[in-house]
């Protein structure tokens, strides 16, 4: 089965930890996205990545960073000087000319 | 970034009514998307629409392109249980093709068996 795959689920970090949120593909998308969630709001955009080892800031990157080593995977670390880290964090992958984006299931990130 | 205006905010309905939300943007778009998100979970792509007037049909669901490219709007027929979550649209447009993705809030529909 194609898809995208976020682990884990639920993650709980104290403050000032820095913590990795990994996020997978098999549909051999080359585009691959990172998204915050928060509560009545929609979806703001943290990192994005067009191609292998290359990636662009989002509108809130501040506080996070990225790493795009395989085509498959792109992992997202939230970092101590993020300052309010908890929210839903999204992955999605776009492939070719296609504008339509798929996502992950999401991974709850809860920062005490 | 500037994010679309999405209505309602949320709607409570009965089983069976018809239910319509829209998406509006003081910008051209090129394309718009509708997504469906249940709790906990990832956004589910349910309709896309690619050119200004396109009427688009998913089963029950009818999504609709506006001539202006500034809006969209998605409709859903004779609603059920399970169509409650939260219908999130979605713009793309502008130069910067890859990041230039833009969201609404989202519309939560709770649907009364």
């Known amino acids: 089965d194609g898809g995208i795959t976020q682990s884990p689920k639920y993650l709980f970090r104290k403050e000032g930890q820095n913590v990795t949120l990994s996020c997978e593909q098999n549909?051999?998308?080359?585009?691959m996205y990172w998204y915050r969630q928060d509560p009545g709001q929609g979806l703001r955009l943290i990192y994005y990545?067009?191609?292998?080892?290359?990636?662009q800031k989002g509108d809130i990157a501040e506080g996070y960073s990225v790493s795009r080593e395989k085509k498959e995977s792109f992992p997202l670390t939230v970092t101590s000087a993020q300052k309010n880290p908890t929210a839903f964090y999204l992955c999605?992958?776009?492939?070719?000319?296609?504008?339509?984006?798929?996502f992950g299931p999401g991974t709850r990130l809860t920062v005490t | 970034g500037q994010q679309l205006n999405q209505s309602p905010q949320s709607m409570f309905i009965q089983e069976g009514e018809d239910v319509s939300m829209n998406c509006t943007s003081s910008?051209?778009?090129?394309?718009w998307l509708w997504y469906k998100q249940e709790p906990g979970e990832g956004p589910v792509l349910l309709i896309a629409?690619?050119?200004?007037?396109e009427l688009t049909s998913n089963g029950r669901l009818t999504a609709q392109f506006g001539i202006t490219r500034k809006d969209s709007f998605l409709n859903i027929s004779a609603s059920i249980p399970s169509d409650v979550g939260i219908y999130f649209c979605?713009?793309?447009?502008?130069?910067?093709?890859?990041?230039?993705?833009?969201f609404g809030a989202g519309t939560r529909l709770t649907v009364k068996p």
């Open positions: 549909l051999n998308h080359d585009a």
């Open positions: 999605a992958s776009k492939g070719g000319t296609s504008y339509e984006q798929y």
């Open positions: 979605a713009g793309q447009g502008g130069v910067r093709v890859n990041n230039d993705m833009r």
């Open positions: 910008s051209i778009f090129n394309t």
């Open positions: 990545s067009q191609i292998v080892n290359d990636f």
């Open positions: 629409l690619y050119k200004a007037g």
